[in-house]
């Protein structure tokens, strides 16, 4: 008969079949890597860090879109600044810059 499963556990000689293995081979490797962990801040810490209404006549960087989302600025929505000086809308939370890849931990390891 037919298996009940495309992924049957065993091929009909008895051997594992190659989506065991590899399940196995990944069951493995999380053990030996462990508990995978967020980089960056968590929200809490985000909402932390320094932000402004955008005005484009008062602006001093050159940066006129958001890192996250790649909008453009628009007058008074509230953006916050990465410790890379890279900006985002404070609604696009993201735990590094997108541009640099920079962590924005630093951010607080230098505040202490």
Known sequence: MFPLSPYDARND???DSPETENY?????????LGEAKPRGLARAEIDLLPSYKYCEQ???GE???????MCEFEARQTLRVLPCAHEFHAKCSNRTCPICRGNASEYFNNSE
Not at 24 to 32: D, F, G, K, P, Y
Not at 63 to 69: A, G
């Open 24 to 32: 196995e081979a990944l069951l493995s490797l999380a053990e030996r």
């Open 13 to 15: 000689d008895g051997a």
């Open 58 to 60: 008062t602006t001093q």
């Open 63 to 69: 940066q006129t879109s958001c890192v996250v989302c």
